[in-house]
């Protein structure tokens, strides 16, 4: 059981009663012919195959160029994970 004032007590009441009177405009809705739905902004899969592309390796090899460190064709970067 809650420890409330008298105070708090009407104070929570009214709150609740607006809330309810508010809650109850939803009935005055005409919903019959709307489809339930499950998300309301109707996203979609948008992702592409997930699968290997060949890339320009005159491209590649300059970008690695202006890597801090690198081997064999790929980025070096710091450990962080043990």
Known sequence: MLDLT???KTLYREQIDLILEY???FEELE???VEPTINV???KNVLR???AVSS???FLHNVLQEAPDQEEGYF???LIID
């Open 6 to 8: 008298e105070e708090e």
């Open 23 to 25: 809650s109850r405009l």
């Open 31 to 33: 919903l019959e012919d």
């Open 41 to 43: 902004w109707q996203l």
């Open 49 to 51: 195959e997930d699968r």
């Open 56 to 58: 320009d390796s005159a």
């Open 76 to 78: 070096l970067v710091p």
